[in-house]
Nanobody
Framework: QVQIVESGGGLVQSGGSLRLSCAAS????????MGWYRQALGKQRELVAL???????NYADSVKGRFTISRDNGKNTAYLQMNNLKPGNTAVYYC??????????WGRGTQVTVSS
């Protein structure tokens, strides 16, 4: 059974930092691309950052230079380090493990709230 579990969300002041973790089980983690997405209230889910199985990264323009995605294949865990957070970053953050359209798994999300 595949499980994708996010953790590390919370309430932080503007300018602060958070580190999100995504623990995966039931998959061959090293073969999956791992992504972080977010959905703010009333908005569509959007890609924040992605790291491929070959460690190639991609970021939304709005987070470049502030957020860093990484992975530890030995721990089956992906991370999102978020620095200099802004109120506009408030959203539910979701972790995605993608191999192909058949093997595409989502976590339940973790709330990040940035106060001004």
């Amino acid at each position: 059974q595949v499980q994708i579990v996010e953790s590390g969300g919370g309430l932080v002041q503007s300018g602060g930092s958070l580190r999100l973790s995504c623990a995966a089980s039931g998959i061959i983690f090293s073969t999956y691309a791992m992504g972080w997405y977010r959905q703010a209230l009333g908005k569509q889910r959007e890609l924040v950052a992605l790291i491929t199985s070959g460690d190639i990264t991609n970021y939304a323009d709005s987070v470049k230079g502030r957020f860093t995605i990484s992975r530890d294949n030995g721990k089956n865990t992906a991370y999102l380090q978020m620095n200099n957070l802004k109120p506009g970053n408030t959203a539910v953050y979701y972790c995605n493990a993608f191999f192909n359209r058949r093997y595409d798994h989502w976590g339940r999300g973790t709330q990040v709230t940035v106060s001004s």
